[in-house]
């Protein structure tokens, strides 16, 4: 229900954005709450099971998003081709992933995560790309939420990855 609500805010502040600042701002504190609260059981999860996969992903979700945020933010090469190459190859992947529910792939896990890994390199460079581009304010909540979701999903595959030992 959480994630379902938190789509919901997503949506409405495309709506909301043009008509009132401080109603995208509100949803997007919504957004964000309702998102942590969905994500909280799988957190602790992670943390009765394997703390330092959590710690692990944690870290190298922060250096990943770093890194490519300070060289999307510092580039001056239009990005904007890759945004859209990395939106269709994330197309791709969740029709991957859909594949992967009906056939075993061996090391289909880490690969879909490795890809899913360079497809958020470019969706978060192109973000931060925006981000310094923009000049409207309206825009604001949109890209926060943009590269909040970034983050979320690094992080997911990141834990993913430092997870497997355990299966």
Do not use: E
């Given at each position: ?36 609260l969905a ?95 923009s000049k ?26 430092f997870s497997?030992?355990?299966?």
């Open positions: 229900m959480g994630f379902i609500a938190a789509l919901a805010c997503l949506i409405a502040m495309n709506f909301t954005v043009r008509m009132s600042g401080a109603l995208s701002v509100g949803l997007l504190f919504a957004f964000g709450l309702l998102f942590g994500m909280s059981p799988t957190l602790v999860y992670y943390a009765g099971v394997n703390p330092q996969a959590l710690w692990q992903a944690g870290g190298a979700t922060a250096l990943f998003i770093a890194g490519c945020g300070a060289a999307g933010y510092a580039t001056r090469r239009d990005l904007s081709g890759l945004a859209r190459m990395s939106f269709w190859a994330l197309f791709a992947l969740i029709m991957f992933g859909v594949v992967m529910i009906f056939v075993d792939i061996p090391g289909g896990a880490l690969a879909y995560s490795i890809l899913g890994l360079v497809i958020f390199a470019g969706l978060t460079m192109s973000d931060f790309q925006r981000l310094r581009r409207d304010i309206d825009s604001a909540p949109l890209m926060a939420a943009s590269i909040f979701l970034d983050a979320l999903n690094v992080f997911q595959f990141f834990l993913q990855i497997r030992n355990d299966r």
